[in-house]
């Protein structure tokens, strides 16, 4: 039977990537409201400790990860603190990523292996890393933070390497999703579309913000807090029949 409990995630502890500012300290904070305990990893010099503290004002355990996605011994470590401090690991949220942009033609490899790292073996790495403690401790759930970019070419703006490796999320976690269904873990793909985070301010393009809002059909961008719900319900019993999935948080930009 459904109930509102189906959608909390009491007693569980969650690690999110990306925690030290935009969706993933929004989404870490709304893990903690519904009910987890929550790692929060990100490179240093972010405001991690910010988003730790918002978790401990709500009386839940929080624990601050300096870490970087492209290097498997540090999200190692990351994931052996999160599980003795907060208890063993049964979600997460991979949600850090980078962005910039250049024309294919000018793109220096420099450029585009950097972006990889981070936006696909980045994930790679965070998956390997949390699956390796959920199959020990008997299953989990984990949510990859996609894009539209993944599906269709944002227009104006120059940037095959991000789009190349938002189309790699949704490949490898249904990948991953079928190899680990018959132990326990759920994997999917939660797509955002245009979000006011520094990242999305940080686009060079010539459109003017009017031109993307006429992209979208609900013609206006979403807030970080707009991603919480979303990633809750992939994560919770709520959501317990879907695995391989793309969940799309668009304003509708996809079905135009
Ligand atoms: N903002 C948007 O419009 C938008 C749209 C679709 C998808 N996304 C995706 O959402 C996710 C979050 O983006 P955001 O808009 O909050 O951007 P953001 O720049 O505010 O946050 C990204 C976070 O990832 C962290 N990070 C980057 N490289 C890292 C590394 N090597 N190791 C650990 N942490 C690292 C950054 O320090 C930062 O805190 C990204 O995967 C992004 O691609 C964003």
Known sequence: MLTSASFRLDGSTALVTGAGGGIGAEIAVGLAEAGADVGCLDRPSTHLDDTAARIHAMGRGAVALSADVT????????????????????????CAGIHSNAPAEEMELGTWQALIDVNLTGVFLSCQAEGRAMLRNGGGRIVNVGSISGTLVNRGINQIHYNASKAGILQLSRSLAIEWVDR????????????????????????????FLDDIPMRRMATPSELV?????????AASYCTGSELLVDGGITRW
Not at 71 to 94: F, I, K
Not at 229 to 237: E, I
């Open 71 to 94: 290097s498997p011994d540090s999200l190692a470590a990351a994931v052996a603190t999160v599980e003795s401090e907060l208890g063993l690991l049964s979600s997460a949220v991979n």
């Open 184 to 211: 326990g873990i759920r994997v999917n793909v939660l797509s955002p579309g245009y979000v006011r985070t520094g990242m999305a301010r940080g686009v060079q393009t010539a459109r003017t913000l009017d031109d």
């Open 229 to 237: 719900g979303p990633a809750v319900f992939l994560l919770s019993d």
